[in-house]
T-cell receptor, first 112, second 113 residues
Framework: QKEVEQNSGPLSVPEGAIASLNCTYS??????FFWYRQYSGKSPELIMF????GDKEDGRFTAQLNKASQYVSLLIRDSQPSDSATYLC????????????FGGGTRLMVKP | EAGVTQFPSHSVIEKGQTVTLRCDPI?????LYWYRRVMGKEIKFLLH????????ESGMPNNRFLAERTGGTYSTLKVQPAELEDSGVYFC???????????FGPGTRLTVL
C-alpha cells in the first residue's frame, strides 16, 4: 500500500461543474496536508493546506479533512479550463520532520 | 518576492559523468529541501537543510549524491557518477519556519543517457 494514494485520472468535468479530488493516506498520525497544482513542465504550486478536521474554504477551493477515515479531498467549484492540471496531495507524516510525502497526482481536465 | 529558482532547467549527460544542480531558495527561508520525481513515480523527498546543516538526509538514494549548502544560502546537489536511473526532475523547495508551507522551484530535468 502506498503511503499517499490518489486516483491518477484523468478526471474530466465540464466547465462550471464541481471537481472533486480525493487522497487517502496510511499514517494515522499525519499532521498536515497540502494540495499542490502542477501544470505540465512547471513547479508544484501550493493551493491549500489543512491541519484540522473539517472543511477549509479559499475562494473556489475547499479542502476537506477526515482524520478518522484518513482522507483529504479538494473541491473546486465553478471549474474553469485553466484549472486543468495535475493536483498533488502531500502529507506531513508523524515523526517525519518536515518531509512531505506525495501522492502520484490526479490529472484534472475541465472541458469548455 | 522572488520565488525559488533552480539552475539549469534541463541537463543531458552521459552515464558516468558528473552533474551539479543549483537551488536558490526564497530570501529569508532557512529551510531548504530537495525532492525528485523519476518517470512514472511520485515526488520523493531527498533531504532537508536548516541553514547550512543537514537536518534529514534519509531520502538520499546512495553516496553518489552529495548536497551542500555553504553559508546557508543556495544549495547544490551533485550526482557523481550519474547512472541511467538518476534521470528525472529534481525539485527544490524552501520554507521560512519548521514546520511551514514549502514553496517549490521549477525543477531541473536531468536526463542521463
Amino acid at each position: 500500500q502506498k503511503e499517499v494514494e490518489q486516483n491518477s485520472g484523468p478526471l474530466s468535468v465540464p466547465e462550471g461543474a464541481i471537481a472533486s479530488l480525493n487522497c487517502t493516506y496510511s499514517d494515522r498520525g499525519s499532521q498536515s496536508f497540502f494540495w499542490y497544482r502542477q501544470y505540465s513542465g512547471k513547479s508544484p504550486e501550493l493551493i491549500m493546506f489543512i491541519y484540522s478536521n473539517g472543511d477549509k474554504e479559499d475562494g473556489r477551493f475547499t479542502a476537506q479533512l477526515n482524520k478518522a477515515s484518513q482522507y483529504v479531498s479538494l473541491l473546486i467549484r465553478d471549474s474553469q479550463p485553466s484549472d486543468s492540471a495535475t493536483y498533488l496531495c502531500a502529507v506531513n507524516m508523524w515523526n517525519a520532520g518536515n518531509m512531505l510525502t506525495f501522492g502520484g497526482g490526479t490529472r484534472l481536465m475541465v472541458k469548455p | 518576492e522572488a520565488g525559488v529558482t533552480q539552475f539549469p532547467s534541463h541537463s543531458v549527460i552521459e552515464k558516468g559523468q558528473t552533474v551539479t544542480l543549483r537551488c536558490d531558495p526564497i530570501s529569508g527561508h532557512d529551510n531548504l529541501y530537495w525532492y525528485r520525481r523519476v518517470m512514472g513515480k511520485e515526488i520523493k523527498f531527498l533531504l532537508h537543510f536548516v541553514k547550512e546543516s543537514k537536518q534529514d538526509e534519509s531520502g538520499m538514494p546512495n553516496n553518489r549524491f552529495l548536497a551542500e549548502r555553504t553559508g546557508g544560502t543556495y544549495s547544490t546537489l551533485k550526482v557523481q557518477p550519474a547512472e541511467l536511473e538518476d534521470s528525472g526532475v529534481y525539485f527544490c523547495a524552501s520554507s521560512r519556519r519548521h514546520p511551514d508551507t514549502q514553496y517549490f522551484g521549477p525543477g531541473t530535468r536531468l536526463t542521463v543517457l
